[in-house]
């Protein structure tokens, strides 16, 4: 199989909006991971948040710091490819197959950050409706921060699940060509767990709003 790129690649690694791309998501990586850590330094020693929901949210800023480090290796590799290896059309490209761990961990932290959204979400609804929750809440957020673990770290083997990765890429944030539509399938449901996440949330809080009034 060729690595070389083809006429396509070279146009958009030369491309001034691609690279203008990098070094936005560059900048909006490093004030995420900035802020993070400073949420995360916040959240475990200055925090007046219950312990069980503290998990939830450092789980949720972790996710976000590691997709902010593997997702500025790729974009600073970008960069460097367009200022250094424009030309060198056989050397610019990667291997899907030896993309395809740090696609599934970008995937996983994606996919994990959202979903401890949903967590924290449905642990205030238990909260909000089960009577004995003061006593289990650490059992509760445990269960939940377990179960977005295993479903987040498996999104990238579902994503992956029958391409053959026999491609090659620009960057490893790049889906693999024949996962494209399933790509597509996968944003969609991040869309829409992302809205019911919203509407949940209002809901939740105009709930409990209503009831602090009775």
């Known amino acids: 199989m060729s690595t070389c790129a ?3 690649d070279l146009d958009r690694l030369a491309s001034l909006n691609f690279i203008i791309s990098q070094f936005v998501n560059l ?4 004030i995420t991971f900035s802020a993070s850590i400073f949420a995360l330094k916040l ?4 925090s007046i948040l219950e312990n069980s929901t503290k998990l939830l949210l450092i789980l949720n800023l972790a996710y976000a710091i590691i997709y902010q480090i593997f997702y500025s290796i790729e974009a600073t590799t970008v960069v460097y490819k367009h200022f250094n290896l424009e030309h060198e059309k056989c050397e610019i490209l990667k291997l899907e197959k030896s993309c395809a761990p740090i696609n599934q961990i970008l995937l996983g932290c994606s996919s994990g ?8 979400i449905l642990e205030r609804t238990i909260a909000t409706f089960y009577k004995d929750y003061c006593r289990h809440h650490y059992l509760i957020s445990s269960l939940i921060t377990l179960i977005i673990l295993v479903i987040s770290s498996q999104i990238g083997r579902l994503v992956y699940w029958d391409d053959p990765l ?3 890429s620009l960057a490893c944030f790049v889906f693999p060509k024949q996962s494209a539509q399933r790509s597509l399938i996968y ?4 869309t829409v767990v992302t809205m019911l996440n919203l509407t949940a949330s209002i809901w939740l809080k105009r709930y409990n709003k209503k009831l602090e009034y009775q």
Not at 27 to 30: K, R, Y
Not at 43 to 46: M, N, V, Y
Not at 187 to 190: A, M, R, T
């Open 6 to 8: 083809t006429q396509t």
């Open 27 to 30: 900048f909006t990586a490093l």
């Open 43 to 46: 959240l475990i020693f200055h």
């Open 113 to 120: 950050m959202i979903f401890c959204q949903t967590g924290l």
């Open 166 to 168: 026999n491609a090659a």
């Open 187 to 190: 944003f969609l449901c991040c």
